[in-house]
């Protein structure tokens, strides 16, 4: 906890800090285009380098058909993730996300 004042961020704080505010900044300016966009969280270290793979192949360790994130800065991975968004319903984000990339984009990167 901290709670004096003039506090300084560890390292990892600040990259969580600028990778949020690259985001939000980007989201900025997609709605100035008028572009309704969601862009995809890792909790953990805040990359927005997140890629879904649903291929049974590129999961044959979890043995999971689900639609599952990695994180491509820090490893993460997990089916729940932050989404950030500049619609101004953003209740309906995250649903709505999983029904649009759920069943069709089948990545096969794989950096291992
Ligand atoms: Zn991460």
Known sequence: ????VGSVLSRRELVELRRLEFVRHALEEMK?????????????????RVIQITSQVDLGLLGALQPAYYCLDCGWYG??????????????VHRDMIETFGNDSEMRESDS
């Not at 906890?1 to 004096?4: K, P």
């Not at 100035?32 to 927005?48: A, L």
């Not at 993730?81 to 319903?89: E, K, Q, S």
Request: glycine fraction near 2%; hydrophobic fraction near 30%; aromatic fraction near 2%.
């Open 1 to 4: 906890m901290r709670n004096t």
């Open 79 to 92: 089916r729940t993730l932050i989404v950030m968004t500049n619609r101004p319903d953003s209740d309906a």
């Open 32 to 48: 100035k285009k008028g572009i309704s966009q969601d862009i995809p969280i890792c909790p953990n270290c805040k990359s927005f």
